[in-house]
Every structure is written in structure tokens, then in C-alpha cells.
């Protein structure tokens, strides 16, 4: 049964293949349309807007730990060696929406403060459409 009401976010998870990325702090989808604009002496000084390509990305960070399921030690594997991903942005909640695409690895950073949890961040570039689809 899908998710009633507004969704926690805790639910929603970035995925690698079937592995949730482990200890996220924050995940985030954009789905981004280019617009053209076109602005002719016909249109009275007004410019019109059509759609242009679209892109997307993912986004996310999360604590630090050398023993994560699937985390930092497999992203840096996977961005060192150009590794093409299989994303998924989802609850995994039977009857919710989940988005899924493949993707490169576009930026992964470690960091850490004196005293503070060590962090790290990434973003994927999807490489081709985003599919929308229920769980």
C-alpha cells in the first residue's frame, strides 16, 4: 500500500543496482528541461519558451564508515574507474512512485571536522532518460 500523507523523509533512499547507499544523511532528485526561447517582430514583444533538452542528477551525503554496506569505499571504486551506475531514487514502499536511470558519478567528497562524524557527499549525472514507475 503506498505511503499515506506527507512522506518521511527517512523513507526515501538513493540506490546503486539493488544496494541502498548506507548512513544518508540527505538524497535529492532534479529533473531539469533547457528551455529555447524564441522572439520574433510577429509575437508584439513578447518571447515564447519551448522545451529543450533535459537532464538529471542525484544527490546525497551521508556519515563516513569504512564498513558500510554499499557506501564511500564503493563510490570512490566506482568514480575512479568510470563506472556507468544504475540509480534508483525510491521508499521501496509497494504502490509509491520510484525514479531509476544510469548515471556517472560526478562528484564524491570526504570530509570531517576536529571532534565531528566524518562525512561524505556525492552527485550523479544521469547519462540518458529518468524513468518513472510504482514500486
Same mark, same amino acid.
Given at each position: !500500500?503506498?505511503? &499515506? ?14 544496494? +541502498?547507499?548506507? !548512513? ?33 542528477? !542525484? ?16 563510490? &570512490? ?10 540509480? +534508483? ?42 524513468? +518513472?514507475?510504482?514500486?
Amino acid at each position: !500500500m503506498a505511503t &499515506a500523507g506527507i512522506v518521511n523523509a527517512t523513507l526515501i533512499g538513493i540506490y546503486v543496482g539493488t544496494s +541502498k547507499i548506507a !548512513m544518508a544523511t540527505s538524497g535529492s532528485l532534479s529533473i531539469n528541461q533547457a528551455l529555447r526561447t524564441s522572439i520574433n517582430k510577429d509575437d508584439g514583444g513578447w518571447e515564447k519558451s519551448f522545451g529543450g533538452a533535459r537532464s538529471w542528477n !542525484m544527490s546525497g551525503d551521508s556519515e563516513f564508515a569504512f564498513d558500510s554496506t554499499y557506501g564511500p569505499s564503493q563510490l &570512490a571504486d566506482a568514480i575512479i574507474a568510470g563506472t556507468k551506475l544504475t540509480l +534508483k531514487f525510491s521508499t521501496e514502499v509497494v504502490g509509491d512512485i520510484k525514479f531509476s536511470g544510469e548515471a556517472y558519478i560526478e562528484t564524491f567528497e570526504i570530509s570531517g571536522g576536529a571532534e565531528e562524524n566524518a562525512t561524505y557527499s556525492y552527485s550523479f549525472k544521469g547519462t540518458g532518460a529518468i524513468t +518513472k514507475a510504482t514500486v
